[in-house]
Protein backbone atom coordinates (compact mmCIF):
# COMPACT_ATOMS: atom_id res chain seq x y z
CA UNK A 1 0.00 0.00 0.00
CA UNK A 2 1.30 3.83 -0.87
CA UNK A 3 0.32 6.92 -0.02
CA UNK A 4 0.79 9.93 -2.11
CA UNK A 5 0.17 13.43 -0.88
CA UNK A 6 0.80 16.08 -3.80
CA UNK A 7 1.05 20.17 -2.15
CA UNK A 8 2.63 23.36 -3.88
CA UNK A 9 -0.63 24.27 -6.31
CA UNK A 10 -1.88 27.65 -6.29
CA UNK A 11 -2.72 30.76 -8.57
CA UNK A 12 -0.09 32.19 -10.70
CA UNK A 13 0.05 34.64 -13.49
CA UNK A 14 1.20 34.05 -16.63
CA UNK A 15 4.61 33.51 -17.10
CA UNK A 16 5.08 32.39 -13.61
CA UNK A 17 6.59 29.58 -11.79
CA UNK A 18 5.82 27.25 -9.61
CA UNK A 19 6.85 23.48 -7.86
CA UNK A 20 4.62 20.70 -6.89
CA UNK A 21 6.14 18.27 -4.52
CA UNK A 22 4.30 14.19 -3.61
CA UNK A 23 5.42 12.85 -0.40
CA UNK A 24 4.98 9.09 -0.41
CA UNK A 25 4.48 6.46 2.29
CA UNK A 26 3.76 3.35 3.15
CA UNK A 27 6.22 1.46 0.82
CA UNK A 28 9.35 1.00 -0.86
CA UNK A 29 9.88 4.22 -2.69
CA UNK A 30 13.07 3.73 -4.92
CA UNK A 31 10.96 0.67 -6.41
CA UNK A 32 8.56 2.63 -7.83
CA UNK A 33 8.69 5.32 -10.95
CA UNK A 34 6.39 8.31 -10.66
CA UNK A 35 4.51 9.99 -12.90
CA UNK A 36 3.00 13.41 -12.94
CA UNK A 37 -0.64 13.80 -14.94
CA UNK A 38 -3.06 16.69 -15.44
CA UNK A 39 -6.37 16.64 -15.57
CA UNK A 40 -8.56 20.05 -16.71
CA UNK A 41 -12.53 20.61 -16.55
CA UNK A 42 -14.31 18.53 -19.26
CA UNK A 43 -10.77 17.09 -20.92
CA UNK A 44 -9.09 13.68 -20.42
CA UNK A 45 -5.72 13.02 -17.90
CA UNK A 46 -2.64 13.88 -19.85
CA UNK A 47 0.43 12.27 -19.41
CA UNK A 48 2.97 15.45 -17.97
CA UNK A 49 6.28 14.25 -16.85
CA UNK A 50 7.75 10.32 -15.99
CA UNK A 51 10.90 9.38 -13.98
CA UNK A 52 12.70 6.11 -13.16
CA UNK A 53 13.25 4.65 -10.26
CA UNK A 54 17.00 5.81 -9.98
CA UNK A 55 15.77 9.13 -11.34
CA UNK A 56 17.82 8.72 -14.54
CA UNK A 57 15.04 8.11 -16.97
CA UNK A 58 12.89 11.03 -17.74
CA UNK A 59 10.67 11.54 -20.11
CA UNK A 60 8.11 14.74 -20.08
CA UNK A 61 5.02 15.28 -22.43
CA UNK A 62 5.19 17.52 -25.99
CA UNK A 63 2.62 20.45 -24.39
CA UNK A 64 5.76 21.06 -21.40
CA UNK A 65 8.73 19.77 -22.49
CA UNK A 66 11.59 22.95 -22.20
CA UNK A 67 9.14 24.52 -19.54
CA UNK A 68 8.86 21.64 -16.96
CA UNK A 69 11.08 19.44 -14.75
CA UNK A 70 10.65 16.38 -12.58
CA UNK A 71 12.73 15.42 -9.99
CA UNK A 72 12.92 12.92 -7.03
CA UNK A 73 14.67 12.58 -4.19
CA UNK A 74 14.93 9.05 -2.91
CA UNK A 75 15.66 9.48 0.72
CA UNK A 76 13.04 12.06 1.05
CA UNK A 77 10.45 9.85 -0.13
CA UNK A 78 9.67 12.92 -2.40
CA UNK A 79 9.25 13.75 -6.31
CA UNK A 80 8.91 17.04 -7.44
CA UNK A 81 7.71 19.11 -10.63
CA UNK A 82 9.57 22.41 -11.36
CA UNK A 83 6.72 24.46 -13.55
CA UNK A 84 8.61 27.39 -15.48
CA UNK A 85 6.48 29.51 -18.15
CA UNK A 86 3.19 29.05 -17.05
CA UNK A 87 0.52 29.36 -19.13
CA UNK A 88 -3.36 29.70 -19.02
CA UNK A 89 -3.34 26.20 -20.53
CA UNK A 90 -1.44 24.59 -17.85
CA UNK A 91 -4.43 25.49 -15.59
CA UNK A 92 -5.50 21.86 -14.38
CA UNK A 93 -5.50 19.29 -11.08
CA UNK A 94 -2.44 17.78 -11.36
CA UNK A 95 -1.58 14.23 -10.07
CA UNK A 96 0.99 12.64 -9.15
CA UNK A 97 1.35 8.68 -9.68
CA UNK A 98 3.29 5.68 -8.61
CA UNK A 99 3.97 2.51 -10.61
CA UNK A 100 6.36 -0.51 -10.69
CA UNK A 101 9.79 0.23 -11.59
CA UNK A 102 9.96 -3.57 -13.05
CA UNK A 103 7.23 -2.12 -15.71
CA UNK A 104 8.69 0.46 -18.29
CA UNK A 105 5.54 1.76 -19.93
CA UNK A 106 5.15 5.35 -18.61
CA UNK A 107 2.85 7.32 -20.97
CA UNK A 108 -0.86 5.66 -19.77
CA UNK A 109 -2.40 6.00 -16.75
CA UNK A 110 -2.82 2.65 -16.33
CA UNK A 111 0.78 2.04 -15.88
CA UNK A 112 0.20 3.68 -12.38
CA UNK A 113 -1.21 1.78 -9.45
CA UNK A 114 -1.60 4.07 -6.82
CA UNK A 115 -2.74 8.28 -7.14
CA UNK A 116 -2.18 11.16 -5.14
CA UNK A 117 -5.59 13.37 -4.22
CA UNK A 118 -4.53 16.20 -6.84
CA UNK A 119 -3.57 20.11 -6.17
CA UNK A 120 -4.99 22.97 -8.49
CA UNK A 121 -3.13 24.91 -10.72
CA UNK A 122 -4.70 27.76 -12.10
CA UNK A 123 -2.64 30.22 -14.27
CA UNK A 124 -4.67 33.96 -14.89
CA UNK A 125 -3.96 35.37 -18.39
Known amino acids: QVQLVESGGGLVQAGGSLRLSCAASGGTFSWYKMGWFRQAPGKEREFVAH????????YYGDSVKGRFTISRDNAKNTVYLQMNSLKPEDTAAYYCAAGPATDTRYLRPTSYNYWGQGTQVTVSS
Open 51 to 58: IGWSGGTT
